[in-house]
């Protein structure tokens, strides 16, 4: 059974700090999502890894995926308030089928 | 920009009623799936669709749930009777096969 384990699970941080969220899955898999979810609302797709050493980068935030170690990590750099939200990522359960498994969330407080 | 559609936005129930919710996916988009959200949770997969047909509901509570896509293209969850437990975000999303998944708003349920 695949598991995803995500950490930390809250992270309060000031603006301008850099940090890292940590992904960890228990089976091969070779794609995985990060999405964003604001409170209350539904969830906006940030990025997909779909191989080995797969990096994406948009603004501040920084995704990449190393499938041997099953790890992912979500890298914020210089954090605004504007970042503050519930991160997810997720892994397909079987290569391709888009049947994903979430991790817990870790939800980011940046404060000013 | 296309977007999943979901409706109600909210529903309060009492336990032992029915409730119904909707999902219209995005327009040319063959798969949709069905995922529940307990709060503080990640989204867990319900079910899912290829067009009509149900691939995966081995995560649906047969005993009150049903799910249907009968064209193909809107779906209905259904929830007969409403437990407690059932309090949830109840989210739709869609993709072309094999892709990235995009969320709808959600279907916020509390059952008293």
């Known amino acids: 059974e695949l598991k995803v384990e995500q950490n930390p699970l809250f992270l309060s941080m000031q603006e301008g700090k850099n940090y890292t969220i940590y992904c960890n899955y228990s089976t091969t898999s070779d794609r995985l999502y990060w999405y964003r979810q604001d409170p209350g609302k539904s969830l906006e797709s940030l990025f997909v890894l779909l191989s080995n050493g797969a990096v994406k980068q948009e603004g501040r935030l920084m995704a990449s995926l190393d499938t041997k170690a099953r790890l992912s990590t979500l890298h914020i750099t210089a954090a605004v308030h504007d970042l503050s939200a519930t991160y997810f990522c997720a892994v397909d359960r079987q290569g391709g089928s888009e049947k994903l498994v979430f991790g817990k969330g870790t939800k980011l407080t940046v404060n000013p | ?112």
């Open chain 2, 1 to 112: 920009e296309a977007e999943v559609a979901q409706s109600p936005r909210y529903k309060i129930t009492e336990k032992s009623q029915a409730v119904a919710f909707w999902c219209d996916p995005i327009s040319g988009h063959a798969t949709l799936y069905w995922y529940r959200q307990i709060l503080g949770q990640g989204p867990e997969l319900l079910v899912q669709f290829q067009d009509e047909s149900v691939v995966d509901d081995s995560q649906l509570p047969k005993d009150r749930f049903s799910a249907e896509r009968l064209k193909g293209v809107d779906s209905t969850l259904k929830i007969q009777p409403a437990e407690l437990g059932d309090s949830a975000m109840y989210l739709c999303a869609s993709s072309p096969q094999g892709r990235t998944q995009y969320f709808g708003p959600g279907t916020r349920l509390l059952v008293l």
